[in-house]
């Protein structure tokens, strides 16, 4: 996919993953529209897009908000007039097993990882349909191809993502729209930092998955953003970003039941 000269959507533009990812478009001529619950972060992002030579509108915006996903495509319209590339990396994370997890927080992960991936979908589409080559980016995660324990909300949500990507994929077979799903491995952003986590939850169970999860984010958020780019650029169907990601996938594929106990014993945890 020629990116020069193209509009690109991307949500959690405010950091992470999602700024990454806007400014390796920024870098190969794609005009954006950037979207993220915090309207400060998002701005930033936009000048430093816009200091490498694109057009870089930015947007508050909650994509568990539906009448705003649902106004939001007027608003892109009115300042860039088209769209060919949507990018849904917008995501929260939530700690804790099953039965700590509250079911508004269940609900509140869901509604922001999943429904917010769906409702942009539906808002897009049509623009994306007018447009000669076209694109939607669905951002999984490593836990959309594995369940460890401690993450069964966030890894509903994100095998949520990967179901309906795959089933959109084969939907629009012959169309001009494309659909990539993208699953990154650890990525040193502030995700597991900013996580939500059970009022029930033992603090030291708390801190430990913390631990945990800070070691295991290794990747630069930089070096993701270009590794899906690329992705986009070659028109994969599936990315996975990080030697972690397709060591796990390829794992998964292998031993779909075993392949936890088989970590556990690799890593001796």
């Given at each position: 996919?020629?990116?020069a ?7 959690g533009?405010g ?13 190969r001529?794609?005009?954006?529209a ?14 430093q897009?816009r200091?490498?030579?694109?057009r ?9 908000d ?15 007039g088209?769209?060919?590339?949507v ?19 269940f ?28 694109r939607i ?8 191809i ?44 502030a ?25 295991l ?21 599936r ?22 106990t ?7 945890r």
């Amino acid at each position: 996919m020629k990116l020069a000269n193209r509009v690109a959507v991307v949500t959690g533009a405010g950091g992470g993953i999602g700024r990454a990812t806007a400014l390796s478009l920024a870098r190969r001529g794609c005009h954006l529209a950037l979207a993220d619950i915090d309207g400060a972060l998002v701005a930033e992002t936009a000048e430093q897009a816009r200091a490498l030579g694109v057009r870089a509108s930015h947007h508050r915006l909650d994509v568990a908000d539906r009448a705003a996903v649902r106004a939001f495509p007027s608003e892109v319209l009115g300042v860039h007039g088209r769209v060919d590339l949507v990018v849904n990396n917008a995501g929260v994370a939530l700690g804790g097993t099953f039965e700590q997890i509250a079911e508004d927080d269940f609900d509140w992960l869901m509604e922001i990882n999943f429904h917010g991936v769906v409702r942009m979908t539906r808002a897009f589409l049509p623009l994306l349909h007018a447009g000669d080559d076209a694109r939607i980016v669905n951002v999984s995660s490593i836990y959309g191809i594995i369940s460890p324990p401690g993450q069964s909300a966030y890894s509903a949500s994100k095998f949520a993502v990967r179901g309906f990507s795959n089933a959109l994929r084969h939907e629009l077979e012959g169309s001009k729209v494309a659909v990539s799903v993208v699953h990154p491995g650890g990525v040193a952003t502030a995700i597991a930092r900013n996580a939500r986590v059970p009022a029930t939850a033992p603090s030291h169970e708390i801190e430990r998955g913390r631990a945990i999860a800070q070691r295991l984010l290794r990747m630069a958020p930089e070096q993701a953003g270009e590794i899906i780019v690329r992705g986009i650029e070659r028109r994969q169907a599936r990315i996975l970003v990080g030697g972690d990601a397709k060591f796990v996938a390829l794992l998964e594929r292998l031993s779909p039941v075993r392949y936890w106990t088989l970590l556990r014993k690799a890593t001796g945890r």
